[in-house]
Structures are given as C-alpha cells and as structure tokens.
C-alpha cells in the first residue's frame, strides 16, 4: 500500500504558475513511475506528466513546454511545476504511483483553477 499526498492546487489567473507536490508514502526508488493525472467536469481522466524510475519524462501535448515534472528520490516525492497557465489547464489534478508489479495508486486530488 502507497499512500500519497498532495498539495499545492489553487486559484490564478492566466498566465500564471502554480507547482503542486506529492509525497508518497514508499521510497520513491521502488516505484516504477509517478506522475499526474487530471480531470476536468465532463470530462475523462487524462494523463499531464509522468516520470520513470530512469528519469524519462512525457507530457501530453496540451503541456508541453509549459509544465515540468519532476521527482525527489531523498524526500519521495514528485512535483509538477505549471507555468503560462491557461482556462483549459482547470480540472482536479491526481497524483499517481505505479509499482513494479503494476499496481497503480492515487492521490485524493487537488483543484487547479484557472480564471480571471
């Protein structure tokens, strides 16, 4: 069992940043991957960012060069740098693990809101 941690959602306006983080309950190290998820209402859960074990990043596309994630293996924890935020960035953000054995876990999630 992982449990996991999240903070660092809010309310800004466009064009601004927010980093949320993620503390994870297990030596980052064991995990295979950490990453966030998100979904706005109506629609589905989509992934933003995810990191390996290895340190290989991916991002959809939506993000690209506007997010960063990034992992702590000393403190276990992952953290998503947002920066030039838009409206469409608005949805509850989940922090995710997944395990060696393909076990995946989540976070309780956290707002990002994104308004003028």
């Known amino acids: 069992q992982v449990q996991l941690v999240e903070s660092g959602g809010g309310l800004v306006q466009p064009g601004g940043s927010l980093r949320l983080s993620c503390a994870a309950s297990?030596?980052?190290?064991?995990?295979?991957?950490m990453g966030w998820y998100r979904q706005a209402p109506g629609k589905q859960r989509e992934l933003v960012a995810r990191?390996?074990?290895?340190?290989?990043?991916n991002y959809v596309d939506s993000v690209k060069g506007r997010f960063t994630i990034s992992r702590d293996n000393a403190k276990n924890t992952v953290s998503l740098q947002m920066n030039n935020l838009k409206p469409e960035d608005t949805a509850v953000y989940y922090c995710?693990?997944?395990?060696?054995?393909?076990?995946?876990?989540w976070g309780q999630g956290t707002q990002v809101t994104v308004s003028s």
């Open positions: 297990r030596s980052s190290t064991s995990l295979k991957s």
């Open positions: 990191i390996m074990s290895g340190g290989s990043r």
């Open positions: 995710n693990v997944e395990t060696w054995f393909s076990v995946a876990y």
